[in-house]
């Protein structure tokens, strides 16, 4: 099960002390009650919230100790689903663009993912952050900088930041990597952008279409927003225009480069909720405010212009989008592939050796089928699909 690394969780504990140096951040009333009016305003706040709430030591100091560590560990999981075509860049320079990333979480998570697995090696990085806050840039750089004392001998590459309004012509900072970017992140910005615009998710195409050009051949833009149906749905929409405008295609989640089928029904959406082991900070402040952090949640996409892909692209191999739920005589999960989502279920008395590990399926791993039986009735075919006793069902990829 995937768990912060102690040096990640060591500076961002240093730096969060600092905004606050009277005060002892761990589980005091200003953490909580910050905690707590984040939550509030991320949830609730509606367009364009950027990173003010950064110029708040008080609020810098909650957003520091508790939504960093969450966000970090969200890209350092989809990293190592990356890690198949990290393999490349061994013996070359790997830039890195990090688009509003508040105090530098992308190239924190990088950096750091970097130092353990030498993947690429530490001293092949070259990184770039860019967000609207002074604010934010100067603790991008304080985080950088203790990181950098924690990982002592090892060098730590330098890093580049940059004051930018991100709505506005991003083609200076575009054109700074000269051959293109190998990685460019965006976490929590699209639902930000153009959020007054008529026609927003347009616009963030367009935006995200510039990214694009940016990349190199083997590069990737790593795409991650909230799980709510809101802020998913708009990243589905943004997808499926740039799948079907540019050349490129999904790496992961999706299996199939086809429009997007949570978005047929008004009220689907699709989101990961990823295991984890929450640092013992954000155990005893959602304790103490009420929250959940067992899992984490988000959506997102990986697109790259050289067709490469999680997994092979197979009609058998299917994506878990919901949890396998308990049911009178047999257990159901809803997958989805090219075809689109579909209902399948086995029956507690077709449990066998070769379907046993529809027991393990959760949300997020890709599976295969060798066999979906949908019997029919009064004429139609049912719509749940069984897997029966003779039938293969297997785990590709866990999520």
């Known amino acids: 099960m995937y768990q912060l690394s102690s040096a990640v969780l060591s500076t961002i504990t240093s730096v969060a002390k600092k905004s606050i140096p009277d005060e002892h951040p761990l589980l005091s009333t200003s953490l909580i009650n910050g ?13 364009g919230i950027g990173t003010a709430y950064l110029e708040d030591p008080r609020l810098r100091t909650s957003y520091l100790s508790y939504y960093v560590p969450v966000n970090v560990s969200k890209i350092q999981l989809l990293l190592e689903e990356l890690r198949p075509v990290l393999r490349s860049f061994r013996e070359k320079e790997f830039r890195v663009l990090d688009l509003g990333g508040g105090p530098g979480t992308g190239v924190l998570a990088l950096v750091d993912w970097c130092s353990s697995q030498s993947l690429p090696p530490l001293d092949s990085l070259r990184m770039t952050v860019v967000d609207y806050s002074a604010k934010a840039m100067e603790l991008c750089a304080d985080l950088w900088q203790t990181y950098a004392r924690q990982c002592h001998p090892h060098p730590v590459p ?13 083609s200076s900072v575009l054109s700074a990597a000269g051959n293109g970017y190998d990685l460019i992140i965006a976490q929590n910005l699209l639902s930000e952008l ?15 279409k510039r990214l694009m ?12 927003e909230p799980a709510s149906r809101m802020a998913s749905r708009g990243l589905h929409l943004l ?3 740039l799948v079907s405008g540019t050349s490129c295609s999904v790496y992961s989640p999706c299996l199939h480069d086809g429009p997007c089928p949570a978005l047929i029904k008004p009220d689907d959406w699709c989101h990961e909720e990823r295991a984890w082991v929450p640092p ?16 984490l949640k988000f959506s997102y996409v990986i697109l790259r212009k050289d067709g490469q892909t999680v997994v092979p692209r197979n009609p058998d191999y299917h994506r878990v989008v919901s949890e396998l739920r308990n049911m009178k005589g047999e257990k159901r999960v809803w997958l989805c592939n090219g075809k689109g989502r579909a209902e399948i279920g086995r029956q ?11 027991e393990e399926w959760h949300r997020g791993a890709i599976v295969r089928i060798d066999e979906i039986v949908r019997k029919e009735r009064k004429g139609r075919p049912a719509m749940v699909g069984r897997i029966l006793s003779s039938g293969v069902a297997e785990i590709i990829r866990p999520a």
């Not at 330098?158 to 012509?169: G, I, Q, R, Y």
């Not at 507690?348 to 529809?358: G, I, Q, V």
């Open 35 to 47: 905690v707590r009016n984040l939550s509030e305003m991320f949830t609730k706040g509606g367009k």
């Open 158 to 170: 330098p890093l580049k930041t940059a004051v930018w309004n991100l709505e506005h012509s991003l």
């Open 194 to 208: 153009f959020a007054g615009s008529p026609d927003p998710i347009a616009q963030r195409t367009e935006w995200a």
């Open 213 to 224: 050009n940016a990349l190199t051949k083997t590069g990737s833009l790593m795409l991650i």
């Open 239 to 241: 997808r499926n225009n």
């Open 280 to 295: 013992a900070l954000i155990g005893q402040i959602d304790r103490e405010v009420g929250f959940i952090k067992d899992a």
């Open 348 to 358: 507690d008395k077709e449990s066998s050796l070769s379907n046993a590990a529809f």
